[in-house]
């Protein structure tokens, strides 16, 4: 059903854009049109959400934040425009204050109720887990984690390192070079290889060196090292946007109280209150051209009937394999031939709702307050390394948001399954595959079976556009796919780039910029998380030396 009505004979006098997908990147467009110039924007969605894979799931009160989505950016432009639709919490009556992008910020008023339009202040804590203990992540170079690892393990690491700043590798041809030039081998097989591998189901060597340099192109153990001498002799106050934060080392992360989708849904309840159309449930399936420019886009919708929308500007947020596949025009078999290459990581989220968990902090447990229930661990992600096992990350639904909790007496938690739709997990029996959850996480002393209360699973298709396949080529598809003119290529699927969800924006924010700007060629789009100043930078924040190992999902 159409979430806002739509009458396929569009008026003549204005522009329209048609934009496949309401994730950020579809969304951000439509809101960008309404609110900076006179473009009708309609959005085609083939799911009954808002948010793509950043929507929340809400299961018997209990709700799923797929993936996790950290809200914080290095771009002031993001940072407001979040802040525009939903301003930070105040703790309680009164002001505090905020610092963020080199700005200060007073928040003042009283304590929002649970379904305020509000973006909660939480502290960021990862660990690894490995060898059933768990490792800070970033790795820190402290005496715990050397205990953990042991002397004969830390010897090889700090050998192995120093190899590799002797006799740095010649060439960095794949990821597993990437890592090892970065980090040394034996640092690499203990930490990167397993869960990396997991990630992907491919081996490192075989996966291009571009998506490590995209993730992590500023880390190294000797500017972890650097870094650590800078913030024995600087302090600095918190903040919040940490714009000179490397980003896998942000402390604090802005987010919305009932998980992400409540941002996307209330964006879109925005759109359509300025007269902007959402319609859901349309499965696109063509893309009509005359020439190289889009004339319209046709789809089925929910009930079986053909629809077809007319249109100005075409944004696409869907798989660029499945737009090529869409396009009417003949298009040049080598083009298809990269395109039909290219790969996607498919994702499966097991929620499980436990009374308790097996593993805790004796520092969580010693702090624990009414509102912590049974949960004595403070974690937001824990990266699952133990290779005997096939879950890859856990995510602990509680510290996210308490408010995605429906019990605060019980724990509510995510098993993360990387996996092809081709891989036999993918079509396994709900039942089954909350079965393995339980079975492995019961197996590393995680939790124990008898304590799971509840369980669900979700599939989620094409999460993570791959770097291996034909990707090598893609360069080539990219030119071919620019030479539409009135068609833009956005977000993380659109333009098959393992985008954060500010980086999805940001090229939305970008083609809307070209089209009021009349600007015909795309550079800038796809320079987004590529050439941004912003996106790999870092200051004070951390207290040891860090070694941010592994490049994570």
């Known amino acids: 059903m159409p979430r806002g009505g739509v009458d396929d004979l569009q008026d003549g006098m204005k522009k329209t854009a048609i934009i496949i997908g309401a994730g950020p990147a579809g969304l951000t467009a439509a809101y960008e049109l309404l609110t900076r110039s006179d473009i009708h924007p309609i959005v085609l969605e083939k799911s009954a959400a ?13 709700r799923i934040d797929i993936g996790g989505h950290r809200f914080f950016s290095k771009s002031d432009r993001v940072m407001d425009w979040w802040l525009s639709h939903m301003p930070i919490e105040a703790p309680a009556a009164g002001s505090q204050q905020i610092s963020y992008h080199g700005q200060s910020r007073e928040v003042d008023g009283p304590a929002a109720s649970s379904d305020d339009a509000v973006m909660l202040i939480r502290q960021r804590k990862s660990r690894i887990y490995f060898l059933r203990r768990f490792f800070d992540y ?16 830390t010897v090889k690491i700090a050998f192995s390192y120093l190899r590799t700043v002797v006799f740095p590798p010649k060439k960095v041809e794949n990821l597993e070079d990437f890592f090892i030039s970065r980090f040394g081998r034996e640092l690499y097989l203990t930490f990167f290889k397993s869960y990396t591998e997991k990630v992907w189901g491919m081996p490192c060597d075989k996966i291009s060196a ?28 918190a903040d919040v946007g940490q714009k000179n934060t490397e980003t896998s080392l942000i402390e604090n992360f802005m987010y919305p109280r009932l998980g992400p989708g409540q941002l996307w849904e209330l964006v879109a309840d925005k759109i359509l209150a300025m007269g902007g159309e959402i319609v859901t449930g349309v499965d696109v399936d063509r893309i009509h051209c005359v020439g190289n420019d889009v004339v319209s886009i046709s789809g089925v919708d929910a009930a079986g009937a053909a629809r077809e929308f007319r249109g100005d500007y075409f944004f696409s947020t869907m798989p660029i394999q499945e737009l090529v596949r869409a396009i009417d025009v003949s298009v040049p078999p080598r083009i298809k031939e990269i395109s039909e290459g290219l790969q996607y990581r498919d994702f499966i989220t097991v929620g499980l709702l436990a009374s308790k968990l097996s593993v805790q902090d004796k520092a969580a447990k010693s702090s624990a307050n009414s509102t912590d229930g049974n949960l004595h661990i403070k974690d937001n992600w824990i990266y699952i390394q133990e290779p005997d096992v096939t879950a890859g990350r856990l995510q602990i639904f509680n510290n996210w948001s308490p408010f995605l909790v429906r019990d605060q007496n019980t724990v509510w938690i995510g098993v993360e399954y990387f996996c092809y739709d081709t891989d036999p997990i993918w079509s396994q029996p709900d039942e089954q595959i909350a079965a393995l959850a339980k079975r492995e996480l019961e ?40 030479e539409f003119p009135n068609l833009f290529l956005v977000g993380r699927n659109g333009m ?25 060629d795309k550079e800038n789009i796809w320079a987004v998380n590529t050439e941004m100043e912003y996106h790999e930078k870092r200051s004070e924040s951390k207290s040891e030396a860090e070694v941010p190992v592994a490049v994570r999902a």
Do not use: C
């Open 496 to 520: 098959h780039k393992y985008n954060n969800q500010d980086h999805s924006m940001l090229t939305a924010m970008t083609a809307v910029d070209n089209i009021l700007l009349g600007r015909e």
């Open 138 to 153: 970033p790795i820190r170079l402290s005496a715990q984690t050397l205990w953990k690892l042991g002397l004969f393990r």
């Open 50 to 62: 808002m948010g793509g894979i950043s929507r929340t799931i809400n299961y018997k009160g209990n």
């Open 210 to 237: 571009e998506w490590g340099a995209q993730r992590i192109k500023g880390l190294s153990i000797t500017k972890s090292l650097l870094h650590f001498l800078k913030t024995v002799t600087t302090r600095k106050a």
């Open 443 to 482: 197996q590393i002393g995680i939790l124990k079976q008898a304590d799971v209360l509840d369980a669900t699973v979700i599939r989620v298709p094409k999460t993570y556009p791959a770097y291996f396949g034909a990707y090598e080529h893609f360069d080539e598809l990219r030119r071919y796919l620019d």
